[in-house]
């Protein structure tokens, strides 16, 4: 790793300044580019836009890091000399995590003291505030891109607003697939703080070494490989909303260091005394039970205390009633405009079948179910055929369990208790895996039988038996 | 088993954008890590949906790409495909690091 150059400004002041000193508090995005469009410099609010480091993207070309439309279909940069006037163009960039971002961007040439093309001048603006305003709906039952009519859902998006408005730290729980991501961010949207930068960090992500860095930042030499000071995730979320998603996963010893965050909204770099002033806004998200985790000892009382400030849980699915009605038309309208087909809505057969279905990945899995629907059937209505194999494999399970017209089957509501007992601790792995356990003690370890009991052709179940790890 | 892996190209580099690929290279590597097999595949147009169609149809493994949405990644995530996103590189150099079995999502490959 090659430790970055010094870039000090002679003239400016009495003294020489550094230029990152001097763009890194600039709320706009900033990329220096040199003749040949390869990074020189970009500021912290670049950083904290496309989720690359200044270490990562120095001397890489400008269209990996960038990630625009403008860079693959055609960079104004390729004409630009040190007579070009500045150029504006409206696009999009795709950051490290995974979000396709509108932004405006500006670019310019950069010319020496003799006029000669020096390097390029590149400003990133974030357009999604302006474009959400633009696009807000004002029906009751959206809040921008959540979606629901059940009282659950309306009384959070009655509350939402007001809380947004608030600086207050917000939990977030719910299952998987539940939208807590979408939540935070409509949160940090709807807020004051909808100008500055929304900073995601998972914290089940990372090793709990690597975390530490990442969220609070270190001093060049704190350890071995830190050849560059690194601003931490903290610090980028500066003026913005830190989203910290699976803190249940966040360790002990970072649960501390967070609690003294929160206590003093000071951050200090690994191997730095000096600390920094962060205004950041925290809104957490887990899809496990601290109240549990504390309990065991795994999750400190006093941060779930401090972050537990407004607790926000979003119901599963399966708790919605007819959300999962009004979700289904709009993700299948949505794929069909996408995939340019002529969807008429789904049979009778077809939509039984996903009402049926207790959605284990809730919204997110609805949402993948219908994409596959759309792409698999090619006009007219969906059919029971067009949907995933494996929702007609559970519908034939509940016919083996529960003959009995109309009773939603053992397995079902085991779903649902055990889901309700320990609010969404158990993931749809570990109750398939607890299904097939269950399968194979009634059967007495008889795969065949087994198989036949679950619904299963003996392969799939020999997969699964594989997949779980079960010493069958 | 052989493992089939798919990369979005932008001539000799693997391609910022999944979305906005339209070469993709399909590469073959044997179980002692030898890339055996390359073909490429100019798509008539970029999309994601035709990608990702043409990733489950050629039965790929494994997708390196750069920069990719995450409504497509989960797509793909869940139908068992492994996803090694924000890969930069030429695309020699991404195949030898293949070959050896060191490639991780966010690499930079100088």
């Given at each position: 790793m090659n430790t970055l150059p010094r870039t000090p400004i002679n003239g400016l002041f009495d003294t020489p300044v550094e230029l990152p000193s001097l763009i890194d508090e600039v709320p706009l995005a900033i990329v220096v580019l040199d003749t040949r469009r390869r990074i020189v410099m970009i500021n912290r609010a670049f950083e904290a836009l496309s989720g690359f480091s200044m270490e990562e993207a120095k001397g890489i070309h400008c269209s990996h890091i960038m990630r625009s439309k403008l860079c693959i279909q055609k960079c104004p940069l390729e004409n630009m000399d040190s007579n070009s006037e500045p150029v504006s163009v409206e696009s999009d960039m795709i950051n490290k995590d995974r979000q396709l971002i509108p932004v405006l961007i500006n670019l310019s040439p950069i010319r020496d003291a003799e006029d000669n093309l020096a390097g390029f001048l590149e400003t990133v603006e974030d357009l999604r505030p302006l474009k959400e305003v633009n696009s807000r709906e004002t029906h009751a039952y959206v809040f921008r891109h959540l979606i629901g009519k059940s009282p659950e859902m309306t009384r959070i998006f009655q509350t939402l607003p007001l809380l947004a408005q608030s600086d207050s730290a917000i939990l977030i729980t719910g299952e998987t697939g539940t939208g807590k991501d979408l939540l935070a961010e409509a949160v940090h949207q709807a807020s004051n703080r909808a100008k500055g930068p929304f900073i995601k960090v998972n914290c089940g992500a990372l090793p709990e070494t690597l975390l530490e860095s990442e969220l609070f930042g270190h001093r060049k030499g704190a350890f071995t490989g830190a050849v560059e000071n690194k601003p931490g995730r903290f610090r980028l979320a500066h003026n913005g909303t830190l989203y910290l998603t699976?803190?249940?996963?966040?360790?002990l010893t970072l649960q501390v260091k967070l609690l003294m965050f929160l206590d003093d909204k000071v951050v200090y770099p690994l191997g730095s005394a000096k600390g920094f002033q962060a205004d950041v806004r925290i809104i957490a998200a887990t899809h496990r039970n601290l109240d549990l985790m504390v309990k065991e000892g795994e999750f400190r009382e006093d941060l779930m205390f401090r972050l537990n400030v407004v607790r926000l849980h979003l119901p599963p699915l399966r708790e919605r009633g007819d959300d999962i009605r009004l979700i289904l038309d709009h993700f299948m309208s949505i794929f069909a405009k996408r995939f340019r087909k002529k969807i008429n809505g789904l049979s009778k057969k077809a939509l039984k079948i996903l009402l049926d279905?207790?959605?284990?990945?809730?919204v997110r899995e609805l949402r993948n179910t219908i994409e596959y629907a759309v792409n698999m059937c090619p006009k007219g209505q969906i059919q029971s055929?067009?949907?995933?194999?494996y929702l007609a494999e559970t519908k034939h399970f509940y016919g083996r369990v529960s003959p009995e017209a109309g009773v939603r089957s053992e397995w079902t509501s085991s779903i649902v208790t055990s889901d309700s007992e320990q609010s969404g601790q158990k993931t749809w792995a570990s109750l398939e895996r607890d299904m097939i356990i269950k399968a194979l003690v009634k059967t007495k370890g008889r795969r065949n039988k087994a198989a036949d009991m679950l619904g299963w052709g003996r392969s799939t179940l020999w997969r699964k038996i594989k997949q779980y790890n079960i010493d069958a | 088993m052989e493992q089939k892996i798919l990369i979005p190209l932008y001539a000799d580099q693997v391609a910022p954008r999944f979305d906005l690929a339209t070469e993709v290279s399909i590469v073959s590597i044997s179980d002692d890590g030898r890339a055996t097999g390359k073909k490429t595949v100019v798509l008539p147009r970029a999309s994601a949906e035709q990608l990702c169609h043409l990733i489950l149809l050629e039965k790929i493994g494994t997708v390196v790409c750069g920069g990719i949405e995450d409504e497509y990644y989960q797509y793909l995530k869940w139908k068992n495909v492994t996803v090694l996103d924000s890969v930069i590189g030429s695309y020699k150099k991404v195949i030898k690091q293949l070959e050896s079995g060191t490639l991780r999502a966010g690499d930079i490959v100088r």
């Amino acid at each position: 790793m090659n430790t970055l150059p010094r870039t000090p400004i002679n003239g400016l002041f009495d003294t020489p300044v550094e230029l990152p000193s001097l763009i890194d508090e600039v709320p706009l995005a900033i990329v220096v580019l040199d003749t040949r469009r390869r990074i020189v410099m970009i500021n912290r609010a670049f950083e904290a836009l496309s989720g690359f480091s200044m270490e990562e993207a120095k001397g890489i070309h400008c269209s990996h890091i960038m990630r625009s439309k403008l860079c693959i279909q055609k960079c104004p940069l390729e004409n630009m000399d040190s007579n070009s006037e500045p150029v504006s163009v409206e696009s999009d960039m795709i950051n490290k995590d995974r979000q396709l971002i509108p932004v405006l961007i500006n670019l310019s040439p950069i010319r020496d003291a003799e006029d000669n093309l020096a390097g390029f001048l590149e400003t990133v603006e974030d357009l999604r505030p302006l474009k959400e305003v633009n696009s807000r709906e004002t029906h009751a039952y959206v809040f921008r891109h959540l979606i629901g009519k059940s009282p659950e859902m309306t009384r959070i998006f009655q509350t939402l607003p007001l809380l947004a408005q608030s600086d207050s730290a917000i939990l977030i729980t719910g299952e998987t697939g539940t939208g807590k991501d979408l939540l935070a961010e409509a949160v940090h949207q709807a807020s004051n703080r909808a100008k500055g930068p929304f900073i995601k960090v998972n914290c089940g992500a990372l090793p709990e070494t690597l975390l530490e860095s990442e969220l609070f930042g270190h001093r060049k030499g704190a350890f071995t490989g830190a050849v560059e000071n690194k601003p931490g995730r903290f610090r980028l979320a500066h003026n913005g909303t830190l989203y910290l998603t699976e803190i249940g996963d966040l360790p002990l010893t970072l649960q501390v260091k967070l609690l003294m965050f929160l206590d003093d909204k000071v951050v200090y770099p690994l191997g730095s005394a000096k600390g920094f002033q962060a205004d950041v806004r925290i809104i957490a998200a887990t899809h496990r039970n601290l109240d549990l985790m504390v309990k065991e000892g795994e999750f400190r009382e006093d941060l779930m205390f401090r972050l537990n400030v407004v607790r926000l849980h979003l119901p599963p699915l399966r708790e919605r009633g007819d959300d999962i009605r009004l979700i289904l038309d709009h993700f299948m309208s949505i794929f069909a405009k996408r995939f340019r087909k002529k969807i008429n809505g789904l049979s009778k057969k077809a939509l039984k079948i996903l009402l049926d279905y207790p959605f284990p990945g809730n919204v997110r899995e609805l949402r993948n179910t219908i994409e596959y629907a759309v792409n698999m059937c090619p006009k007219g209505q969906i059919q029971s055929t067009h949907l995933p194999a494996y929702l007609a494999e559970t519908k034939h399970f509940y016919g083996r369990v529960s003959p009995e017209a109309g009773v939603r089957s053992e397995w079902t509501s085991s779903i649902v208790t055990s889901d309700s007992e320990q609010s969404g601790q158990k993931t749809w792995a570990s109750l398939e895996r607890d299904m097939i356990i269950k399968a194979l003690v009634k059967t007495k370890g008889r795969r065949n039988k087994a198989a036949d009991m679950l619904g299963w052709g003996r392969s799939t179940l020999w997969r699964k038996i594989k997949q779980y790890n079960i010493d069958a | 088993m052989e493992q089939k892996i798919l990369i979005p190209l932008y001539a000799d580099q693997v391609a910022p954008r999944f979305d906005l690929a339209t070469e993709v290279s399909i590469v073959s590597i044997s179980d002692d890590g030898r890339a055996t097999g390359k073909k490429t595949v100019v798509l008539p147009r970029a999309s994601a949906e035709q990608l990702c169609h043409l990733i489950l149809l050629e039965k790929i493994g494994t997708v390196v790409c750069g920069g990719i949405e995450d409504e497509y990644y989960q797509y793909l995530k869940w139908k068992n495909v492994t996803v090694l996103d924000s890969v930069i590189g030429s695309y020699k150099k991404v195949i030898k690091q293949l070959e050896s079995g060191t490639l991780r999502a966010g690499d930079i490959v100088r």
